[in-house]
């Protein structure tokens, strides 16, 4: 009974209301600590910040609900199944958003959570191990899935089971992710150049490696439209981000193994992607500029510069000659991570596992807090999020 009491009452700690604290204004980011014990709040408005915990499980913040209340976090023991939740700005009110009761609850884990912008649905990558058959080996199957605002049981856009970051177009409409297939390695197992050939009639195929590789699928918010964007016959690509004005989605396509390239296309069935870089690099994350107009991306081993900057990325003509740099401070070194506010008036990113902010009018930067270290993406409030009080 004790046990049970104080379980209670550390539930019902967790969860109070963070009183005699100044509600939040706005704009804020949300990160979470490279220890991943908490979550913090930074208010722009103020320079103030709000720490955020819920226990001794692993913490990870995805994103903000469209009207900026809320947050969506996932929580795990260390390496095993993480839950996604979401909370109140004060750390109130925290709510397990995904039932599923058609796996023993060690058998399915939650991870890459977005809230659509319209705030209607969050979409998820599921993570499901079932047995290929019964008594057979554990197969690790990953689905795009979502639920609703309030939580329920999942529904799934994927029917295969190699499916990866979610991401939705600005107006919530469409759903972006990748998608890997399985093919055998070309002349050697690094080979991703040349497809193997078909066997000739009556020959078997030889047992070769399998290598993964992904294309670009998009598939509309109501689950009803869904196709493939990208047909590359060889090479994979990663980390599809759409335009703000959510006519193009960007994408890293890597040839070969560490052979990173820029990529655009257009969101719409039979689009042909424009190649925007040649030459070997290492792309680390890319965002858009507010207007549209051009990427920014952190890039290592880029026109002859080895440490990773921010570049800007130029929709036309070829990045490794046209694209210039974005910020060069010599004294903000491993830019990681850049992310826009709504408005544009700031560009949140990592530099050397700080969380810094630039004033985009200035190019001015300051780090928001030395003393501690994150490890993720910054996460900007929504627009629509008009300060704490109107919650």
């Not at 955020?52 to 947050?71: E, Q």
């Not at 070309?186 to 993964?212: E, N």
């Not at 196709?227 to 070969?256: K, V």
């Amino acid at each position: 009974m004790k046990k049970l009491i104080l379980i209670v009452c550390l539930l019902m700690l967790i969860t109070l209301p963070l009183k005699g604290q100044a509600l939040l204004t706005g704009p804020l980011i949300a990160v979470d600590t490279a220890q991943q014990d908490r979550i913090i709040l930074y208010d722009m408005s103020d320079s103030s910040r709000r720490e955020l915990s819920f226990g001794s499980r692993w913490h990870r913040v995805w994103d903000f609900s469209a009207d900026g209340c809320r947050i969506l976090l996932t929580l795990s023991d260390g390496m095993d199944s993480s839950r996604l939740y979401s909370a109140r700005l004060d750390g109130s009110d925290l709510r397990e958003l995904v039932q599923y009761d058609e796996l023993p609850p060690e058998n399915w884990s939650v991870w890459d959570a977005h809230w659509s912008p319209d705030g209607s649905r969050i979409a998820f990558t599921m993570i499901r191990d079932q047995a290929e058959r019964p008594g057979g080996n554990i197969e690790r199957q990953y689905h795009i899935a979502w639920v609703d605002s309030q939580g329920g049981v999942p529904g799934f856009y994927s029917a295969s089971a190699d499916e990866h970051e979610p991401r939705w177009s600005p107006d919530g409409q469409w759903l972006a992710y990748i998608a890997y297939d399985e093919r055998v390695a070309g002349a050697d197992i690094y080979a991703t150049s040349v497809p193997t050939p078909a066997p000739a009639p009556g020959q078997s195929v030889p047992q070769q490696p399998l290598l993964r590789e992904a294309d670009l699928w998009v598939v509309s918010a109501d689950g009803q439209t869904k196709y493939r964007l990208t047909y590359f016959e060889t090479g994979s690509m990663r980390a599809p981000r759409w335009s703000p004005d959510g006519l193009l989605i960007s994408f890293t396509y890597s040839p070969s193994a560490n052979n990173d390239q820029f990529w655009i296309i257009a969101n719409a069935p039979a689009a042909i992607a424009t190649q925007l870089s040649e030459q070997w690099s290492l792309i680390l994350d890319t965002t858009w500029l507010p207007d549209s107009s051009a990427m920014i991306s952190s890039v290592r081993d880029f026109q002859d510069t080895r440490d990773n900057r921010l570049w800007q990325i130029p929709l036309v003509g070829l990045a490794d000659i046209d694209a210039t740099v974005y910020l060069n401070d010599p004294a903000l070194g491993y830019d990681d991570y850049p992310r826009f506010s709504p408005d544009g008036h700031w560009l949140a990113l990592r530099s050397a596992y700080n969380l810094a902010l630039m004033d985009t009018a200035t190019k001015s930067w300051t780090l928001l807090d030395e003393n501690i270290l994150g490890n993720t993406p910054p996460v900007w409030s929504p627009a629509g999020f008009a300060g704490e009080e109107s919650c």
